[in-house]
């Protein structure tokens, strides 16, 4: 448990930070420019459950046993979705929103009845929604850290085969790429990034989390290198203060600070973006003049 | 006591489903453009502004604090949707987000300094603990709460049968409602303020998240069995009140919070009316997809039999399997059970040669075919 912050800590909080935040990107990018991210939000929720079920199995939330759990119980949830749009009487969305809050209150059931039931579990809720890096051992940041630099190797030596995923899925299919495998596969790869994120950042903050920083850094950046990046970057930086602002204030849970902290760097990156166009209006006024 | 304890939040949560289903219903039919799940968690900001001002968890400013937060929150959702490339979809999960956390910080400051625990605000059931009661010259009339939810009922009951025409053509062909002349942004402005005063008040009862399953569950169980909205409405709201019984039984056998068993109740039948209803379910649907193709192959193969057989010998109708399969690009299997299903349905025959050949019935079936 980090209680006080030695040079040590701060070195492993600057390496989780910067894994997490390429590994979260890398994700983020993907999915948001597939225009998929409800997959995000219910993959979010429904891995949770894996939590959920080491609790109550096992009797500890370690990271790889969340992981173990959360696969195969996320691609059941993924295939529950897809016999639901298989009737195709209602929109992909709202099917997406019921499964999330289905993954939820399964999450509570299980959560409660542990709550009420066994007495050596202390379950606290805020802990597991919104996140809290005060609860990790110095051996298990490493874990998360190492994962999270295999899926950024991984993904930046297949980024072509993603830039196909992303733009043309019949081209990844004509160089003989099986789509169905390569997307299970990113599937798979985004529920392990979510674990990891979702224990420091809180399940509820997950999906915005990953989300928030490829949105913004779309409107500044013209090429997907760039954004992977730069987005990359401002999670990297908001992971970092998020963290130590956290370590720092303890009344408030980690997924909370990181997310203000998110916040404040997209409100002044928009003012920055506002203040150019301005200038840029008033230079084309002026031209024409 | 007005009514017994056990009744009251029975009837709370009766109250509450059957609120929740009246919009759910709306929102399926609508498309649901934004997620309930979302709105709870922007309700949360004005929850936390309300709870700032009144310092406990259940009462009606935090009701009408957290109304006017989704109302502003979805016009600026809106604003940013007209004016950036960004999706309704991911401007709801972000904004939400932001508010959430913002809310959360609020909110702590002010358990910090009241000792009450957030984790309620999150899991619900906060009714239950009201202490707000309506007593009048001594005689205790029930908790606010049931005032709270039968109020709400009544008033999405009011503003759907007021709208109701509305919604169907609405929902039915937009178009055409602008064409009739009629204010669309009126209309989604009730949707948005039902929306809004039911995840609001709701919340005390489910908690920010859960809020979503009961308000989109029991329409999307219903959707499999009705078509009309009207019906959906009402069959909705009769499956809220049974559903809401067996959770308050289940929960109490089990010693589980209410909510959460109610939850799982609605998603295990959700669950097994998407597989299993009949006509609309999951595998009812692949069953007779199964038979439609089946019979498009049975029709293809007579079609082929008799073309193959005019070309060849005119009158004597013959093909080979093989020639079936290799021209249809079907597999030899395949073709076998086809053939062996126009058999037994007694449409063709195999000769002494071994040859297929159509039967009366067969070639009658054919020309019928040809004939439409």
Same mark, same amino acid.
């Given at each position: 448990?980090?209680?006080?912050?030695?040079?040590?800590?701060?070195?492993?909080?600057?390496?989780l930070?910067?894994?997490?935040?390429?590994?979260?990107?890398?994700?983020?990018?993907?999915?948001?420019?597939?225009?998929?991210?409800?997959v995000?939000?219910?993959?979010?929720?429904?891995?949770?459950?894996?939590?959920?079920?080491?609790?109550?199995?096992?009797?500890?939330?370690?990271?790889?046993?969340?992981?173990?759990?959360?696969?195969?119980?996320?691609?059941?949830?993924?295939?529950?979705?897809?016999?639901?749009?298989?009737?195709?009487?209602?929109?992909?969305?709202?099917?997406? #929103?019921?499964?999330?809050?289905?993954?939820?209150?399964?999450?509570?059931?299980?959560l409660?009845?542990?709550?009420?039931?066994?007495?050596?579990?202390?379950?606290?809720? #805020?802990?597991?929604?919104?996140?809290?890096?005060?609860?990790f051992?110095?051996?298990?940041?490493?874990?998360?850290?190492?994962?999270?630099?295999i899926?950024?190797?991984?993904?930046?030596?297949?980024?072509?085969?993603?830039?196909?995923?992303?733009?043309?899925k019949h081209?990844?299919?004509?160089?003989?790429?099986?789509?169905?495998?390569?997307?299970?596969?990113?599937?798979?790869?985004?529920?392990? #990034?979510?674990?990891?994120?979702?224990?420091?950042v809180?399940?509820v903050?997950?999906?915005?989390?990953?989300i928030?920083?490829?949105?913004?850094?779309?409107?500044?950046?013209?090429?997907?290198?760039?954004?992977?990046i730069?987005?990359?970057?401002?999670?990297?930086?908001?992971?970092?203060?998020?963290?130590?602002?956290?370590?720092?204030?303890?009344?408030?849970? #980690?997924?909370?600070?990181?997310?203000?902290?998110l916040?404040?760097?997209?409100?002044?990156?928009?003012?920055?973006?506002?203040?150019?166009?301005k200038?840029?209006?008033?230079?084309?006024?002026?031209?024409?003049? | 006591?007005?009514?017994?304890?056990?009744?009251?939040?029975?009837?709370?949560?009766?109250?509450?489903?059957?609120?929740?289903s009246?919009?759910?219903?709306?929102?399926?039919f609508?498309?649901?453009?934004?997620?309930?799940?979302?709105?709870?968690?922007?309700?949360?900001?004005?929850?936390?502004?309300?709870?700032?001002?009144?310092?406990?968890?259940?009462?009606?400013?935090?009701?009408?604090?957290?109304?006017?937060?989704?109302?502003?929150?979805?016009?600026?959702?809106?604003?940013?949707?007209?004016?950036?490339?960004?999706?309704?979809?991911?401007?709801?999960?972000? =904004?939400?987000?932001?508010?959430?956390?913002?809310?959360?910080?609020?909110?702590?400051?002010?358990?910090?300094?009241?000792?009450?625990?957030?984790?309620?605000?999150?899991t619900?059931?906060?009714?239950?603990?009201?202490?707000?009661?309506?007593?009048?010259?001594?005689?205790?009339?029930?908790?606010v709460?049931?005032?709270?939810?039968?109020?709400?009922?009544? =008033?999405?009951?009011?503003?759907?049968? =007021?709208?109701?025409?509305? *919604?169907?053509?609405?929902?039915?062909?937009?178009?055409?409602?602008?064409?009739?002349?009629?204010?669309?942004?009126?209309?989604?402005?009730?949707i948005?303020v039902?929306?809004?005063?039911?995840?609001?008040?709701?919340?005390?009862?489910?908690?920010?998240?859960?809020?979503?399953?009961?308000?989109?569950?029991?329409?999307? =169980?219903?959707?499999?069995?009705?078509?009309r909205?009207?019906?959906?409405?009402?069959?909705?709201?009769?499956?809220?009140?049974?559903?809401?019984?067996?959770?308050?039984?289940?929960?109490?056998?089990?010693?589980?919070?209410?909510?959460?068993?109610t939850?799982?109740?609605?998603?295990?039948l959700?669950?097994?009316?998407?597989?299993?209803?009949?006509?609309r379910?999951?595998?009812?649907?692949? *069953?007779?997809?199964?038979?439609?193709r089946?019979?498009?192959?049975?029709?293809?193969?007579?079609?082929?039999?008799?073309?193959?057989?005019?070309?060849?010998?005119?009158n004597?109708?013959?093909?080979?399997?093989?020639?079936?399969?290799?021209?249809?690009?079907?597999?030899?299997?395949?073709t076998?059970?086809?053939?062996?299903?126009?058999?037994?349905?007694?449409?063709?025959?195999?000769?002494?040669?071994?040859?297929?050949?159509?039967?009366?019935?067969?070639?009658?079936?054919?020309?019928?075919?040809?004939?439409?």
């Open positions: 448990m980090i209680n006080i912050l030695t040079t040590a800590d701060i070195i492993l909080i600057i390496q930070s910067v894994a997490l935040g390429i590994a979260t990107a890398i994700n983020g990018v993907i999915f948001s420019l597939r225009d998929e991210t409800r995000i939000t219910l993959v979010t929720y429904s891995s949770s459950i894996g939590n959920a079920l080491a609790l109550f199995f096992v009797g500890a939330t370690a990271f790889y046993v969340n992981m173990l759990l959360a696969i195969p119980v996320v691609l059941f949830i993924l295939a529950i979705s897809k016999a639901i749009e298989y009737s195709k009487k209602v929109s992909k969305s709202i099917i997406t #929103t019921t499964m999330t809050t289905v993954s939820f209150a399964i999450i509570i059931v299980l409660s009845y542990i709550d009420r039931n066994f007495e050596t579990h202390q379950i606290n809720f #805020t802990m597991y929604l919104l996140g809290n890096i005060r609860l051992e110095s051996k298990e940041i490493n874990l998360i850290f190492y994962i999270s630099m899926i950024a190797i991984v993904s930046t030596l297949n980024i072509n085969r993603i830039k196909q995923y992303i733009f043309d081209y990844l299919i004509t160089n003989n790429l099986k789509y169905n495998i390569f997307n299970l596969l990113l599937i798979i790869q985004l529920i392990i #990034t979510v674990i990891a994120s979702s224990q420091i809180g399940i903050f997950a999906p915005g989390f990953i928030l920083p490829v949105i913004i850094i779309k409107y500044f950046v013209k090429s997907l290198l760039q954004l992977f730069f987005s990359s970057l401002l999670s990297s930086v908001s992971l970092f203060v998020g963290i130590y602002g956290s370590l720092l204030m303890p009344l408030f849970s #980690t997924g909370v600070v990181i997310i203000l902290t916040t404040f760097f997209v409100l002044l990156l928009l003012g920055y973006k506002f203040i150019i166009n200038r840029m209006i008033k230079k084309n006024i002026l031209k024409v003049m | 006591m007005f009514l017994l304890g056990q009744l009251e939040i029975i009837l709370i949560i009766t109250l509450a489903l059957s609120a929740c009246i919009v759910g219903s709306i929102l399926i609508q498309g649901a453009p934004y997620s309930p799940s979302s709105i709870g968690r922007i309700s949360t900001f004005g929850f936390s502004i309300g709870f700032l001002y009144s310092s406990t968890l259940s009462s009606v400013p935090i009701i009408l604090f957290s109304i006017i937060t989704i109302l502003l929150a979805q016009k600026l959702i809106k604003k940013l949707c007209e004016k950036t490339t960004i999706s309704e979809g991911v401007l709801y999960i972000i =904004i939400s987000t932001i508010l959430f956390a913002i809310g959360l910080v609020i909110m702590h400051i002010q358990t910090v300094n009241n000792f009450i625990t957030t984790d309620k605000i999150f619900g059931e906060l009714v239950y603990t009201i202490i707000n009661r309506i007593t009048i010259s001594g005689y205790d009339f029930g908790s709460s049931l005032y709270l939810f039968s109020i709400l009922l009544l =008033i999405n009951i009011v503003l759907f049968v =007021i709208n109701s025409n509305s *919604f169907k053509i609405f929902f039915v062909d937009k178009t055409y409602y602008l064409n009739l002349n009629k204010n669309t942004e009126l209309l989604e402005l009730v948005s039902m929306v809004s005063i039911t995840v609001a008040s709701t919340i005390q009862v489910t908690g920010s998240f859960i809020v979503s399953l009961f308000i989109l569950g029991i329409p999307m =169980i219903t959707v499999y069995f009705v078509k909205i009207s019906t959906l409405v009402i069959s909705a709201i009769a499956i809220s009140t049974s559903v809401s019984f067996a959770g308050y039984s289940i929960a109490k056998i089990l010693n589980i919070s209410i909510v959460s068993v939850a799982a109740i609605i998603s295990s959700l669950i097994l009316s998407a597989f299993l209803a009949p006509e379910g999951a595998m009812a649907l692949f *069953f007779s997809n199964r038979i439609d089946k019979n498009i192959m049975l029709t293809d193969l007579l079609n082929y039999i008799y073309e193959a057989g005019q070309i060849s010998q005119p004597q109708y013959q093909a080979i399997t093989e020639d079936i399969s290799d021209y249809m690009n079907w597999n030899l299997k395949y076998t059970k086809i053939i062996k299903l126009a058999s037994v349905k007694e449409l063709v025959f195999t000769d002494t040669n071994g040859f297929l050949q159509l039967t009366e019935t067969g070639i009658k079936q054919v020309n019928l075919i040809n004939n439409r």
